[in-house]
């Protein structure tokens, strides 16, 4: 299992990127892998191919609406270390002794 933090930026759009960055959250949710998004990114969690091919479509889905997408990610690979979505923040809070703003 790797993780993979990604964001996908249509570019020419205009200023407002919300429209299309709801259709490629909308594909992520749909193919089933665990992730968490925030303001500036995606992190997903799977095997290399379904995650690899996803974001794929996501930079695909993009390209749809705007004349030039900047697909950006960044790839976390630790073979036999499951769970690491939530696992990585669990450890970060036991050694601050609190949870954190998620």
């Not at 993780?3 to 490629?24: C, D, I, M, N, Y």
């Not at 705007?66 to 769970?83: C, E, M, N, W």
Request: include cysteine.
């Amino acid at each position: 299992m790797m993780l993979v933090q990604f964001s996908v930026v249509p570019l020419g759009t205009g200023e407002s990127l919300s429209e299309s960055v709801a259709e490629v959250i909308r594909l992520v949710d749909e193919s089933g892998l665990p992730y968490r998004t925030n303001p500036m990114g995606t992190v997903i969690e799977g095997e290399w191919d379904a995650v690899i091919d996803l974001i794929r479509k996501c930079h695909e889905e993009a390209l749809r609406s705007a004349p030039r997408v900047l697909t950006s990610l960044s790839i976390d690979d630790r073979p036999g270390k499951p769970d690491r979505i939530s696992g990585k923040i669990e450890s970060v809070e036991k050694r601050l002794g609190r949870e954190i703003k998620k």
